[in-house]
């Protein structure tokens, strides 16, 4: 069966301090992966997504960038975060269109 | 641009009603409809997935209902629980991305 990695669940982090975000997906090839941030009782704001190694779409100019180095895994990072950076950050993966789509547990980031 | 709207933002209830969660779109050309389900502080797990062509799906006491032409889904839960409570969130499939609405924050009372 397929599952999905993310971490940490929680990170504190100054201002003007680098980000990583690592998820990876297990039990599936080529699957399409997605980065979304919730802001605190907000829906979900699609940040990037994949649909193949070194391909990715950026939904929203902003601080951050993705990478995906191989084909299941998925990175989120900034060189230099700032406090609007915060909050709530969710992968996501899904298989052919019209599938289901499975995210991952989450991490909380909070710039401070 | 698609756009979701969830009424009610939030509902209580108590145990064992029968309860009907809201979800309007604005671009009926959609590859699909999903209904999520959010614990806080934790991911989204997905309930039930309704294609274009299909008016409904139904899991346990779960029923979704999709009318594409106007724009609506329902989600529907038969006797409601204590462990039902949490945000509900619907997605709509434009084809290259899921639109989400904001979610029904939904409290069952014991």
């Known amino acids: 069966s397929q599952t999905i990695h993310q971490w940490p669940a929680t990170l504190v982090q100054p201002v003007g301090s680098p980000l990583s975000l690592e998820c990876t997906v297990e039990g599936t090839s080529n699957p399409n992966l997605y980065w979304y941030r919730q802001a605190a009782g907000r829906g979900l704001q699609l940040l990037f997504y994949s649909v193949g190694i070194g391909q990715i779409s950026s939904e929203v100019p902003q601080n951050l960038s993705a990478s995906r180095p191989q084909d299941r895994q998925f990175i989120l990072s900034s060189k230099k975060l700032l406090l609007s950076d915060s909050g709530f950050y969710l992968c996501?993966?899904?298989?052919?269109?019209?599938?289901?789509?499975?995210f991952g547990s989450g991490t909380q980031l909070s710039v401070l | 641009k698609q756009e979701v709207t969830q009424i009610p933002a939030a509902l209580s209830v108590p145990e064992g009603e029968n309860l009907v969660l809201n979800c309007s779109f604005t671009?009926?050309?959609?590859?699909?409809l999903q209904w999520f389900r959010q614990d806080p502080g934790k991911g989204l797990t997905s309930l039930l997935l309704?294609?274009?062509?299909?008016r409904e799906q139904t899991s346990g006491r779960l029923n979704a209902s999709l009318d594409k032409s106007s724009g609506r889904s329902t989600l529907y839960i038969a006797a409601s629980q204590p462990g039902d409570s949490a945000t509900y969130l619907c997605?709509?499939?434009?084809?290259?991305?899921?639109?989400f609405g904001e979610g029904t924050q939904l409290t069952v009372n014991p």
């Open positions: 996501a993966w899904t298989g052919l269109i019209n599938e289901k789509l499975f």
């Open positions: 309704i294609q274009s062509s299909q």
């Open positions: 997605a709509v499939d434009g084809g290259s991305r899921l639109t």
């Open positions: 671009d009926s050309a959609i590859y699909n």
